[in-house]
């Protein structure tokens, strides 16, 4: 198994353009979500899915949509980069049932908006 | 899910056992314990998670006590490597009991394993 995989590992945007941070897992997990953290900080959620066709809003949405057509892939879109968006993007995803254990995460994003 | 209190930062000599505690005063009973730790620019990883009886695993032990108001994770011989920041959350399990699928992390416990 692959687990969680992020893709790319490094992007630098202009200020204004637009890119899709790409998330997929392969151990049928029903839940996913999208992290970023920025240097020195902690987590913070951007938005998250319990399911396929449902996300719903983290504690920092603003300027990022997510949509979640499959079980399997998770992507994250930053609509219009500006240089607070400067940070790295962590994706997870968990079973429903958290008795089966606890979130996987991916080796992360790392994003510079210039 | 309540909330966490845990210590800023921790020493601990390698070698010897790193317990590191958390305060989750309003705990509901429905709420399990779940420990995470980040090793430096890598993602979280899932250590363990327990409801009120001690858990072991390969990695570590949860130790909560019999109120449940807190617990203490234990790293039996820490190593450099073990050197991280180590996040205890609660969290609601099942559907049914209000698990929402929302993750939320707080500022955790740095813990520097010296030689």
């Known amino acids: 198994n692959a687990g969680v995989t992020q893709t790319p590992k490094f992007q630098v945007l202009k200020t204004g353009q637009s890119m899709t941070l790409q998330c997929a897992q392969d151990?049928?997990?029903?839940?996913m979500s999208w992290y970023r953290q920025d240097p020195g900080m902690g987590l913070r959620l951007i938005h998250y899915?319990?399911?396929?066709?449902?996300?719903d809003q983290g504690e920092v949405p603003n300027g990022y949509n997510v949509s979640r057509s499959t079980t399997e892939d998770f992507p994250l879109r930053l609509l219009s980069a500006a240089p607070s968006q400067t940070s790295v993007y962590f994706c997870?995803?968990?079973?429903?049932?958290?008795?089966?254990?606890?979130?996987?995460f991916g080796s992360g994003t790392r994003l510079t908006v210039v | 899910d309540a909330k966490t209190t845990q210590p800023t930062s921790m020493d601990c000599a390698e070698g010897r056992a790193a317990n590191l505690p958390c305060n989750h005063s309003t705990i509901s009973g429905n709420e399990y314990v779940y420990w995470y730790r980040q090793i430096h620019s890598q993602g979280p990883q899932y250590i363990i998670h327990?409801?009120?009886n001690n858990e072991t695993n390969e990695m570590a032990s949860l130790i909560i006590t019999e109120d449940r108001k807190s617990s203490t994770l234990i790293l039996p011989h820490a190593t450099l490597r073990d050197t991280a920041v180590y996040y205890c959350i609660v969290k609601n399990i099942g559907v049914r009991s209000g698990n929402t699928g929302k993750l939320i992390f707080g500022q955790g416990t740095t813990l520097q394993v010296k030689p």
């Open positions: 151990m049928n997990h029903e839940y």
């Open positions: 327990g409801l009120k």
């Open positions: 899915s319990v399911g396929a066709g449902i996300t």
């Open positions: 997870a995803s968990s079973y429903q049932d958290s008795l089966k254990g606890g979130y996987t």
